[in-house]
Nanobody, 124 residues
């Protein structure tokens, strides 16, 4: 069992930056690939970024590539999402999730545990 709690969201002006954190409980955190997703009102949950269990591989949605950096600290059982050059279209609730082994990093259905989300609002 892994429990996930996101933090770091808020209101930011376009062009600004935010660093989201996802704190995990459970001694098995280091074995889980982790992902970030977001969901805007009226839209489906979409993939943002993901990282393998040992940080050896990272994955990004085209919409955030070059503006986002996903990282993790297994000793602190925390995964991070640094978002720069934020745009109004980045406004959404951001979720972190722990992934099943195998399968696609890009599909929400491949993730086993989810946090409650943190709101990010980017004003123009």
């Amino acid at each position: 069992q892994v429990q996930l709690v996101e933090s770091g969201g808020g209101l930011v002006q376009a062009g600004g930056s935010l660093r989201l954190s996802c704190a995990a409980s459970g001694r098995t955190f280091s074995s889980y690939p982790m992902g970030w997703f977001r969901q805007a009102p009226g839209k489906e949950r979409e993939f943002v970024a993901a990282i393998s269990w040992n940080s050896g591989s990272t994955y990004y949605a085209d919409s955030v590539k070059g503006r986002a950096t996903v990282s993790r600290d297994n000793a602190k059982t925390t995964v991070y999402l640094q978002m720069n050059s934020l745009k109004p279209e980045d406004t959404a609730v951001y979720y972190c999730a722990a992934k099943y082994y195998g399968g696609s990093y890009y599909s929400p259905g491949e993730y086993r545990y989810w946090g409650q989300g943190t709101q990010v609002t980017v004003s123009s």
